[in-house]
């Protein structure tokens, strides 16, 4: 028999389920660029892609917030698709699709190289599982329109930002208000993905380019890996996008200006996807595709985009896996932690930038000045580029943290990130660092279902307090180091403190009479010369305290033993020896 045959024998067997005829043309190849497949159109598609080709398997996984679960479509050449053995000698490239349905370019561009590969018009990765979620927001993809993404040039119709419960799944991954957050942690670490692609539209200026990338702070990933992603990730994906003619740039981090006189790089905390992806050290971007940009074209670059994201991950998946490996070997030798970050003003680098001249002209409706972009006037100029952060909070890294087993909404995130703890097996006495709130600044107005807060900021102690049998113990050396710190240090700048998980302790819960406190407190001062000398130098020196009378007799309140030591008490402790 020829060898000819004999082999594409065998390659329509390790590709193929003969088991039906579908049309894989999907709906936006079908319409010529102009409309985006459903959310029952995309899932079909995927099953029955799934029925004819052995390399690719779809699954449901947990629950979202619309009542139907979420899907995950993993392809592997090897047609294996249990994630442990996976794991063991392949790289994972995980996509996330329609977590602002409005913002459909990744849904449909995913599932036209799902097919690509899937009939050998792009070579099948050797080494690098691909998995994809293909729509994150399901309760966004099925409430479509035709208006709401005011500033975009189509598609036809598209899916709402808002979920099921109007939350925007790109602000939930540290709280977790939702099924889909707690859905996705699920699928992360299940799959725990080499690299991480989040697709989305931009809402900004106007420019030249169709394609943006947001990548994860560099300096914030740290170490080897952080240089990686700066200096050989990124400028490899750029030399590859411009060879086939996509020109990309970072993402534009400007509202309501040009960008003419540069911008700094957008800082993905972990409420973010690449943000809550990096405190797991996974090498994490968002693709941004400009919203003035016609659809077609806008899903084309992005599909070009995901080729040669997976072009890399092929061929640095063996450094990428040994980078992930080293860092967080490398971050427990450290003795601080940085916390929050900003940008680093003595460093930046220069982009050759692709722009329009944009003026500030009277506006006919305001008659205020309101800024017009002039396509006629494109221009290509170097432009600073702010892309490096300093450390701008620091903390020593504890040993581990006491969690009283009454945090259990706290006790369950972690757990659901796959933290390892234990819980006391009897009433135990334990010297702490203790962290009393002194100040903090919250949003005057809802922000995704919080008031958040900001700009916090503690005093420590040491204490030796007695937890009580079942209570937990967090040891920060282990895989969700990060998470770990980034959740329960309250300065952090997404820690579950400024998401509101503590605000009881902000509430004093018992005060006095004045009439009974009066007499009270002036034995008290008697009695305290220091605690006098302190209330008699703060009514010299702060003219409204000293004409207030309430004032005065609440700080000796709580200067005295009545007041409630729960009051400001952060209820987390930390281990440092």
């Not at 799902?114 to 050797?126: L, T, W």
């Not at 937990?472 to 240090?489: A, G, V, W």
């Amino acid at each position: 028999m020829n060898k000819t045959f004999i082999l594409l024998l065998v390659l329509f067997a390790f590709n193929c389920k003969p088991k039906s005829n579908y049309n894989f043309t999907t709906v936006f190849e079908k319409t010529n660029g102009l409309e985006t497949a459903t959310y029952k159109e995309t899932i079909t598609y995927y099953k029955n892609l799934s029925q004819e080709y052995a390399a690719i398997a779809i699954d449901s996984i947990g629950e979202t917030d619309s009542g139907k679960p979420l899907h995950i479509i993993t392809l592997n050449k090897d047609k294996n698709f249990n994630f442990s053995e996976i794991r063991k000698n392949k790289s994972i490239l995980l996509i996330n699709n329609g977590i602002h349905p409005g913002e459909s370019d990744g849904i449909d561009a995913t599932m036209m190289l799902y097919r690509d590969i899937a009939q050998g018009k792009i070579k099948i990765p050797d080494s690098t599982v691909i998995v994809t979620i293909p729509i994150y927001n399901i309760g966004g993809s099925l409430n479509r329109n035709s208006t709401t993404r005011t500033n975009q040039n189509g598609p036809k119709e598209y899916g709402f930002r808002g979920n099921a419960r109007n939350y925007d799944l790109n602000r939930d991954f540290i709280k977790c208000d939702t099924k889909n957050a707690k859905t996705f942690a699920e699928i992360f670490h299940l799959v725990q993905p080499d690299v991480f692609i989040d697709n989305h539209v931009s809402n900004g200026a106007d420019y030249q380019y169709t394609l943006t990338h947001l990548f994860t702070q560099h300096n914030k990933l740290g170490g080897n890996l952080g240089n990686y992603l700066h200096t050989e990730m990124m400028p490899n994906l750029e030399k590859k996008l411009a060879d086939k003619k996509w020109d990309i740039t970072p993402y534009v981090n400007v509202y309501n200006k040009t960008p003419n006189n540069g911008f700094s790089q957008f800082k993905d905390s972990p409420r973010y996807s690449t943000g809550y992806t990096t405190l797991f050290n996974t090498l994490g971007m968002m693709v941004e595709t400009h919203m003035l940009k016609p659809y077609k074209q806008r899903v084309e670059s992005t599909y070009e985009l995901m080729k040669s994201m997976i072009e890399i991950t092929e061929s640095d998946g063996n450094k990428i896996k040994q980078l992930r490996k080293e860092a967080n070997t490398n971050l427990m030798t450290k003795k601080t932690y940085t916390l929050n970050w900003t940008v680093d003003t003595l460093k930046q680098s220069i982009l050759n930038f692709k722009g329009y001249e944009g003026e500030m002209i009277t506006s006919e409706i305001t008659g205020e000045k309101r800024l017009k972009y002039n396509q006629q006037k494109p221009f290509e100029k170097a432009v600073n580029y702010q892309n490096y952060y300093k450390p701008e909070v620091e903390v020593v890294i504890p040993k581990a943290y006491v969690i009283p087993q009454g945090w259990y909404n706290v006790i369950e995130l972690l757990k659901l990130n796959t933290t390892e703890m234990f819980q006391l097996k009897k009433d135990s006495v334990i010297t702490v660092e203790s962290y009393k709130i002194e100040d903090y600044k919250s949003k005057r107005t809802p922000y995704e279902g919080h008031y958040l807060h900001s700009n916090t900021i503690v005093s420590s102690k040491e204490k030796i307090i007695t937890f009580k049998k079942g209570d937990y113990i967090i040891k920060t050396n282990q895989p969700s180091f990060r998470y770990i710190i980034e959740t329960l240090e309250p300065q952090a700048s997404d820690s579950f403190f400024n998401w509101n998980f503590f605000d009881t302790i902000l509430q004093q819960k018992e005060g006095f009479s004045a009439y009974v406190w009066e007499d009270i407190a002036l034995e008290l001062l008697n009695n305290n010369p220091d605690i006098k000398k302190s209330f008699e130098a703060k009514k010299n020196k702060e003219e409204a305290f000293s004409n207030n009378w309430y004032l005065q007799l609440d700080w000796i309140h709580k200067h005295s033993e009545n007041y409630e030591k729960a009051h400001l008490q952060y209820p987390i402790y930390r281990v440092l020896y």
